[in-house]
C-alpha cells in the first residue's frame, strides 16, 4: 500500500514537473528561439544575470517576472467570475490530460510492479477526448465574459472549430483502435513492440489525419483563426492581460506537449525503441542485477519516449512557423469536406483489411 | 540616368543594379487554380517544411561547428558590439564642415535654413573682422530632419554636408535634440569621402 | 464612448504603499530587498518588452526591417508584437499621427495595462516632421508622456536599437514610487 | 474514501443544480448545468462505468453545452426572456412534480433498507469498453439499431430544414452566380 502510494505520488510529481517545471517554461524560449534559427535571425540573448547568457534562457524567466508584476485587467461591464475562470478552464485539461498517457512500460522493482502511467484507464482515449472537449469551455467564456465584440467573434470562432474538429479527430482515431482493439494507452503501446506493428505503417493516413485534427484542435499557428491578429485583435483572450493572458498560452504549450505524447503513444511505438524488445533490453542491462536491469531498461523507455515527444514538438513547431494561416471558411471546408471523408475511407479500408 | 548608374564601368540593369547577362524573366503563374497536385496540400506543404528545416539544420550546424574566416550564415549585426560600415551615398546626420583652422565654412547665406522642407535650421548671421560673413548661432532641429539632403545640395561652399553618423540619436528628451553650432562642427577630415562624393555626383547631374 | 480604466488589485500597488506610507518612509528607504526586488522586477521588465505597433506610415518599413532578421529586436527581448493593448508593454508610434488619427492613439494609450512605456519613431511621431500644417499632431508628446525619442525620417534600425538601450537604462533605474497613481495621466480625448 | 468522494460529488452536483435553476443569467444556467454533467460524469466513474463518464463528458458536457453557450452568446438571451416565473400554474405543476419525484426516490431509498448505493461490486468485466459493446451489440441490439435510425432520419431532417430550396423565386435571387452552393 505505501509502495502504492509512494510510486504514485513520485510519477504525479514527474509528470507535473516535466509539465509545468520544464515543458511549459522552455517551450517558450524553444519557440522564439527556433523560429529565430529557421529565420537566420539570432534570437533572444541579450538578457544576463551576472554576464552570463544561457542562449537566451533567461528571456523566459523576464517574461514570467514581467508577466506576474503587470497589471490584472478586468473590463467593465466583464463576468468577474467567468473572466477569472476561464483561464484556468483552459489550461487544467491540458495538464490532466496526461495523466492517461504512459510514460513506460511494466517493471519489476524490488518485487513491486510499477507500471509507468498514472492512471492506466480503461478509457483512456476517451479520457482524453473528454478533457479536450472542456477545455472549449475556455476559450468560449473568455470570448464571452470579456464584454468585447472581437472577444466574443473570437470564443465563437474557437468553440465552432473545437467542435468540428473533436468530430474528425475522433473518426480519425477509430482506425488506430480497430488495429489494436482497446482503448487502453497502455495496452496499445505493448501492442507496438514489434517496429512494424507500429502505428504510422499500420495507418499513416491516420496520422496525418490526426496530427492535422489535433494541431487544428490546439488553435496553432495554421489554424489559429481564433485569435487572428489581422482580423479579430487577438480573439478570445483580447482583454486578458498579465497572468491570465499567459496562463491560455501555458495551456496552449502544455496541450502541444499531450498532442506529442498521443502521436508517440499511437503511432510512434510509445516507449519503444525500434527493432529492441523489452526482453532484448533487459537482458542488454542483465550485469547490473535483476533490479538494476529494470531501472536502466525503465530509464531507457522514458527517454525514448520523451525523445520522441521533444521531436513532435518540434515538428509541430517547425509547422508553426512554415505554414501561412488558413481563412475561416477553408478551415472549415478542410473539417468537414476534407478530413471527414478522408477518415472515413481510413475506417472503411481498415475494416476491410483487418476484419475480413 | 545612365552616367550615375555605371560608375563602375559596369553594365547594370538601371534599376536593380544587377548586371544584364544574370537577369532573367521570372515566370509568375496567373492562373489562380489550382493543380491536383497542388490541391492535395499535403506534399506542397511537406515542401515548405523541407526549406525551412534546411535552413534549421544547416544554421544549426554553424552555430555548433562555428566556421573560421568565413561569412556566417547568420547575417545578423549585433550592433551595439558591431557596426555595418556606411557607403558614401547614405545620408546621415547633417554636420558642419570646418577649414583647417577649425573656422567653420559656412557663410551664412541662409540658403539652407531656406529650402529645408521641414524648416529645421536656424542661422544668425554675423561678420568677422567687417567682411567675412559667419553664422554666430546655427542650430539645427534633429527632431524636425528629414535627412533629405537640400542643405548639402544647395550649399555653394560644401559647409554642410550629409556625415555617415547615425548613432546617439535618440533621446530621453526633446528639447535636447537641437544641436547648436558646436554639437554640428567636424573637421573636413571625417568628411571626405561625402565630400567626394557630392562633388562627383552634383557635376554630373545639372538640374 | 469614453473608456474606463478600472484597476483591479495591481500588484504592484500594495507594495508601493509599503514605501509610500510617511512614517515608514524612512525605514524602508534604503531597505536592501525592496531595492532587490525592484531591480530585479525591472531587470525582467528590460528585457521582456511586448510591442504594439500603432503602424500609420512608413516608418512601418523601417520597423519592419528592424524586427526582421538583419537587426533583430529579438536579440534584446521585444519581439513579440501583440495587437491587444492590454498585453503590451511599450507602445511603438510609427508615423505620422493627424489629427483624426490622435483620438485613438490616446485611446489605444489608455488601454494598455501598466507598467507601460511609449516609443516615438521617426520624425513624424517625435515633432510632427515636415508635416508643420493644421492636420498633424506636432509630436505625440503633446497627447501622451513619452519615454523615448527616436529622429529620423524614417530611423535606421541603429537608431531605433539606440532608442531600445536608452529604454533600458530608463527601466533599470525606475523606482516604484515613481510610477503613476490612480486614473491614468492622460484625460479623455 | 469512496463515500467521502461520493458526498462531495453529490452534494457538488446538487448544489449546481440548483444554482442553474435559480441563477438569473443564462450563460450561468448553463455553466451550472455542464458543472452537473461533469460531478455525474464523475458520479459514473465511482460506480466503475468509467466509458458512461467519458461518453458524459464528450457527448453532454462537451458537445451538446457548447452549442447551448453558442446559440445563448449569439442571440445574447435576455435576463426575463423565457423565464416563467410570472407563470403560476405551470410553476405549482413542476413543484408537485419534483416533490411527487423525493418522496418516490425516498420511498425506494427506505424499502431497499440504505443498501441502494454499492461500489465496486458489479462483475469483473462490468462498465468496461468491450462489455458494454457486446452487450450493445447482442442484447441490445434491436434497440441500438432503432435509435442509429432515429438518429438519421434527424440528420436528414435537418439538411433538409437547412437546405436552399431553389426553386423557390424568393431564394433564387440570393445565389451568387458561379459561386458553388
Known amino acids: 500500500m505505501l509502495a502504492d502510494m509512494i510510486e504514485s505520488i513520485a510519477k504525479i510529481l514527474f509528470i507535473f514537473g516535466m509539465n509545468i517545471g520544464f515543458f511549459a517554461p522552455v517551450l517558450g524560449w524553444v519557440e522564439r528561439k527556433q523560429s529565430a534559427v529557421m529565420q537566420d535571425r539570432i534570437g533572444a540573448n541579450r538578457a544576463d544575470i551576472f554576464g552570463f547568457t544561457v542562449i537566451g534562457l533567461f528571456h523566459s524567466i523576464a517574461d514570467a517576472i514581467k508577466v506576474l508584476t503587470k497589471e490584472d485587467f478586468i473590463p467593465t461591464g466583464a463576468n468577474k467570475f467567468f473572466h477569472t475562470a476561464a483561464p484556468f478552464i483552459s489550461l487544467v485539461p491540458a495538464i490532466v490530460t496526461f495523466c492517461v498517457i504512459p510514460f513506460g512500460g511494466r517493471y519489476t522493482l524490488f518485487g513491486h510492479d510499477v507500471n509507468l502511467v498514472i492512471s492506466d484507464l480503461d478509457v483512456g482515449l476517451l479520457f482524453i477526448f473528454a478533457f479536450s472537449s472542456l477545455a472549449t469551455y475556455g476559450a468560449v467564456l473568455g470570448g464571452w465574459s470579456s464584454n468585447n465584440n472581437w472577444s466574443l467573434i473570437g470564443g465563437l470562432r474557437a468553440s465552432a472549430q473545437m467542435l468540428s474538429y473533436e468530430v474528425a479527430m475522433g473518426l480519425t482515431i477509430i482506425g488506430v483502435l480497430m488495429v489494436y482493439g482497446s482503448l487502453k494507452l497502455t495496452e496499445i503501446g505493448v501492442m507496438q513492440e514489434n517496429f512494424f506493428r507500429w502505428g504510422i505503417f499500420m495507418q499513416p493516413l491516420g496520422f496525418v489525419l490526426f496530427l492535422t485534427c489535433a494541431i487544428a484542435e490546439n488553435k496553432r499557428a495554421p489554424f489559429d483563426v481564433p485569435e487572428a491578429e489581422s482580423e479579430i485583435v487577438a480573439g478570445y483572450f483580447t482583454e486578458y492581460s498579465g497572468m491570465k493572458f499567459v496562463m491560455f498560452w501555458m495551456g496552449e504549450f502544455l496541450e502541444i506537449v499531450t498532442i506529442s505524447g498521443i502521436v508517440t503513444t499511437l503511432f510512434f511505438g510509445a516507449w519503444h525503441l525500434p527493432f529492441i524488445t523489452d526482453q532484448m533490453l533487459l537482458s542488454f542491462f542483465q550485469f547490473a542485477g535483476s533490479n538494476g536491469a529494470s531501472i536502466l531498461a525503465m530509464l531507457v523507455n522514458i527517454a525514448t519516449f520523451f525523445i520522441k515527444v521533444i521531436f513532435f514538438i518540434w515538428m509541430q513547431m517547425t509547422i508553426r512557423w512554415t505554414l501561412p494561416r488558413f481563412r475561416y471558411d477553408q478551415v472549415m471546408k478542410l473539417c468537414w469536406k476534407m478530413i471527414l471523408p478522408l477518415s472515413l475511407i481510413n475506417i472503411f479500408i481498415t475494416g476491410l483489411v483487418f476484419l475480413r | 540616368m545612365n552616367k550615375m548608374t555605371d560608375i563602375d564601368q559596369k553594365k547594370c540593369h538601371p534599376m536593380v543594379g544587377v548586371p544584364i547577362e544574370k537577369l532573367r524573366p521570372k515566370q509568375v503563374r496567373k492562373n489562380l487554380e489550382l493543380t491536383l497536385w497542388e490541391s492535395l496540400y499535403i506534399f506542397e506543404i511537406i515542401r515548405g517544411m523541407y526549406i525551412t528545416t534546411r535552413h534549421f539544420v544547416l544554421n544549426m550546424i554553424g552555430f555548433v561547428f562555428k566556421p573560421k574566416g568565413q561569412k556566417r550564415r547568420i547575417f545578423t549585426v549585433y550592433y551595439p558590439e558591431e557596426k555595418v560600415t556606411i557607403p558614401a551615398a547614405y545620408r546621415g546626420r547633417p554636420v558642419l564642415v570646418t577649414w583647417k583652422n577649425g573656422k567653420e565654412k559656412c557663410v551664412a547665406c541662409g540658403l539652407c535654413e531656406k529650402i529645408c522642407p521641414a524648416n529645421a535650421i536656424m542661422i544668425v548671421a554675423e561678420e568677422r573682422d567687417g567682411s567675412d560673413r559667419y553664422p554666430s548661432a546655427y542650430t539645427l532641429d534633429m527632431s524636425r530632419c528629414v535627412y533629405c539632403g537640400y542643405c548639402e545640395e544647395v550649399c555653394p561652399k560644401e559647409a554642410i554636408v550629409m556625415s555617415a553618423e547615425y548613432q546617439g540619436l535618440a533621446e530621453r528628451d526633446r528639447s535636447k535634440m537641437i544641436y547648436s553650432k558646436e554639437q554640428l562642427l567636424r573637421s573636413e577630415e571625417s568628411v571626405k569621402d561625402r565630400i567626394e562624393y557630392i562633388r562627383r555626383i552634383y557635376s554630373k547631374c545639372s538640374y | 464612448m469614453g473608456v474606463e480604466i478600472q484597476r483591479a488589485g495591481v500588484s504592484p500597488d500594495s507594495l508601493k504603499n509599503l514605501t509610500d506610507s510617511e512614517d515608514s518612509g524612512h525605514l524602508l528607504e534604503g531597505s536592501v530587498i525592496l531595492t532587490k526586488l525592484e531591480s530585479i522586477v525591472n531587470w525582467s521588465r528590460k528585457y521582456s518588452f511586448f510591442l504594439y505597433p500603432f503602424v500609420t506610415a512608413c516608418c512601418g518599413m523601417e520597423f519592419m526591417s528592424v524586427a526582421g532578421p538583419k537587426y533583430d529586436l529579438d536579440r534584446f527581448g521585444a519581439a513579440l508584437p501583440r495587437f491587444s493593448p492590454r498585453q503590451a508593454d511599450l507602445l511603438m508610434v510609427v508615423g505620422t499621427i493627424s489629427h483624426k488619427q490622435a483620438p485613438i492613439l490616446v485611446k489605444v494609450y489608455n488601454q494598455m495595462t501598466e507598467p507601460k512605456w511609449v516609443f516615438a519613431f521617426g520624425v513624424c511621431a517625435v515633432s510632427g516632421g515636415f508635416y508643420d500644417n493644421y492636420a498633424t499632431v506636432q509630436g505625440i508628446d503633446t497627447l501622451i508622456p513619452v519615454d523615448v525619442y527616436v529622429p529620423g525620417c524614417p530611423p535606421r534600425p541603429e537608431m531605433v536599437i539606440d532608442g531600445l538601450l536608452k529604454l533600458q537604462e530608463k527601466v533599470a533605474k525606475e523606482k516604484w514610487s515613481d510610477w503613476p497613481k490612480g486614473a491614468s495621466p492622460v484625460s479623455k480625448c | ?181
Open chain 4, 1 to 181: 474514501m469512496q463515500l467521502l468522494i461520493f458526498y462531495i460529488l453529490a452534494f457538488g452536483a446538487v448544489i449546481s443544480a440548483l444554482l442553474m435553476v435559480t441563477s438569473k443569467k443564462p450563460v450561468s444556467s448553463a455553466m451550472s448545468l455542464i458543472a452537473t454533467m461533469v460531478f455525474l460524469a464523475g458520479l459514473y466513474v465511482l460506480l466503475d462505468a468509467h466509458l458512461i463518464a467519458a461518453l458524459q463528458l464528450i457527448v453532454y458536457a462537451g458537445a451538446i453545452m457548447v452549442l447551448f453557450l453558442f446559440v445563448i452568446m449569439l442571440l445574447n438571451v435576455d435576463e426575463k426572456e423565457g423565464r416563467m416565473a410570472g407563470n403560476t400554474i405551470l410553476l405549482q405543476f413542476g413543484a408537485i412534480l419534483a416533490i411527487g419525484l423525493v418522496f418516490i426516490m425516498m420511498v425506494s431509498l427506505v424499502k431497499s433498507g440504505g443498501t441502494l448505493l454499492v461500489f465496486g461490486e458489479g462483475a469483473d468485466q462490468f462498465g468496461t469498453t468491450k462489455a458494454v459493446g457486446k452487450l450493445l451489440f447482442t442484447e441490445y441490439l434491436l434497440p441500438f439499431e432503432i435509435a442509429s435510425v432515429l438518429l438519421l432520419a434527424a440528420i436528414v431532417g435537418a439538411v433538409i430544414l437547412a437546405k436552399r430550396r431553389i426553386d423557390d423565386p424568393d431564394q433564387k435571387e440570393r445565389i451568387i452566380p458561379g459561386h458553388k452552393g
